[in-house]
Each structure stands twice: as structure tokens, then as C-alpha cells.
T-cell receptor
Framework: AQSVTQLGSHVSVSEGALVLLRCNYSSSVPPYLFWYVQYPNQGLQLLLKYTSAATLVKGINGFEAEFKKSETSFHLTKPSAHMSDAAEYFC???????????FGQGTELSVKP | NAGVTQTPKFRILKIGQSMTLQCAQDMNHNYMYWYRQDPGMGLKLIYY???????DKGEVPNGYNVSRSTTEDFPLRLELAAPSQTSVYFCASISTTNEQFFGPGTRLTVL
């Protein structure tokens, strides 16, 4: 069965600093991996996805993530944080041959001026 | 396309009451999902469906039921509402190219 672990329920960075949000997965078959962002009292917005093409995936708002099979990781990064990046971020995994889409517990990103 | 629609947006139930949360999509997607999100928590998968007539349990199915008689509709049924079911419920669908669509959510309170 697949699962997702997000390391750190809360990450705080200064404006302009690097953003790194960690996600590790387990899956018995090649996975599809996703990052979502959720602003307060809103639904989820897809940031980016990995579906077995290029291992470095670029998403919206300057975010990118790298699929590392050897480390079973899919960490989300952004070179320079903006105040508008403050939100909750969720990593999710879906087995390529299956239907279940499982989410991590989320990481709240705070950006300090 | 209307995308994924959910009704109602808000609902207050008394303990023991029943209700159905409606979810519909007009994109002909086979994969559909129901999640609940508790405050400060991630999304937990309740049930999912890979096509009409096929449903399967997710991570937290107890207290819920689903049906998938058509490709478009995927209703979630609460038979005996309990305070522990107070949550925000999201329905979602996924296309064959992994484009994902979430409904706006239903905020349910059980008192």
C-alpha cells in the first residue's frame, strides 16, 4: 500500500530565502506524485505533478520538485520565498496502476518579512 | 464544463440524522474520490471509484457509504451522523492524463 510522509508540519522562512518542503513516499509500484497548495478556507490547487516523465518537474508560482527514486523522495523547492507563498502544502501519491490518491498530513509554510 | 460540483456547501446535522453529500462531474472522468479534511489536518481518503459500478474503501470509510451508478455522479451517504464526522468534505476527479479537479467542499457540522 502506498503512503506519504511530509517531514515537518510547520516550516518558517524569511522572504527571499529558499523554500524546501520535504516529502517521502512508499509505493510497491511506480508512483505518480503531486504537490498541492491550499490557502485558508479554500480548496486545493495543483502545483505540479510527476508522472514518470522528467524527474525534475516545474510547476506554477516558481515551484519545482525532483523525483528521486533511490531516496523515495519528492521534495518541493522554490529559490526565493514570497509573502504570498504562505499557505498549507500537501504532497500526494497515486500508484500508476491503481486508483487511490493518498495525501500527506501537510506542511504549513510561514514567510517572515 | 462545470468541473466538479458539490452540494450542499454547508450543512448542520443532529446526531443520528442521515444525509447525502452530492458530487457530480461533467468531464467523463472514471476516477472519483471523497476526502474529509479536519482542522489542521491533511485530506483523508474515505472512498474512491475507478468507474461506474466500482467503488472501494479508502483510509477512513467507517460511517460512510457510496455508490457510483453513473460516470457523472458519486454521492456520499452518512447514515447515522456522529460529532466525529464534523469536517470539510471534498470530492475530486482525475482525468486519464492525471489532470485533477477538486470540488469546492461541503462544510458539515454534527451537533
Amino acid at each position: 500500500a502506498q503512503s506519504v510522509t511530509q517531514l515537518g508540519s510547520h516550516v518558517s522562512v524569511s522572504e527571499g530565502a529558499l523554500v524546501l518542503l520535504r516529502c517521502n513516499y512508499s509505493s510497491s509500484v511506480p508512483p505518480y506524485l503531486f504537490w498541492y497548495v491550499q490557502y485558508p478556507n479554500q480548496g486545493l490547487q495543483l502545483l505540479l505533478k510527476y508522472t514518470s516523465a522528467a524527474t525534475l518537474v516545474k510547476g506554477i508560482n516558481g515551484f519545482e520538485a525532483e523525483f528521486k527514486k533511490s531516496e523515495t523522495s519528492f521534495h518541493l523547492t522554490k529559490p526565493s520565498a514570497h509573502m504570498s507563498d504562505a499557505a498549507e502544502y500537501f504532497c500526494a501519491v497515486r500508484e500508476a496502476q491503481g486508483g487511490k490518491l493518498i495525501f500527506g498530513q501537510g506542511t504549513e509554510l510561514s514567510v517572515k518579512p | 464544463n462545470a468541473g466538479v460540483t458539490q452540494t450542499p456547501k454547508f450543512r448542520i446535522l443532529k446526531i443520528g440524522q442521515s444525509m447525502t453529500l452530492q458530487c457530480a462531474q461533467d468531464m467523463n472522468h472514471n476516477y472519483m474520490y471523497w476526502y474529509r479534511q479536519d482542522p489542521g489536518m491533511g485530506l483523508k481518503l474515505i472512498y474512491y471509484s475507478v468507474g461506474a459500478g466500482i467503488t472501494d474503501k479508502g483510509e477512513v470509510p467507517n460511517g460512510y457509504n457510496v455508490s457510483r451508478s453513473t460516470t457523472e455522479d458519486f454521492p456520499l451517504r452518512l447514515e447515522l451522523a456522529a460529532p466525529s464526522q464534523t469536517s470539510v468534505y471534498f470530492c475530486a476527479s482525475i482525468s486519464t492524463t492525471n489532470e485533477q479537479f477538486f470540488g469546492p467542499g461541503t462544510r458539515l457540522t454534527v451537533l
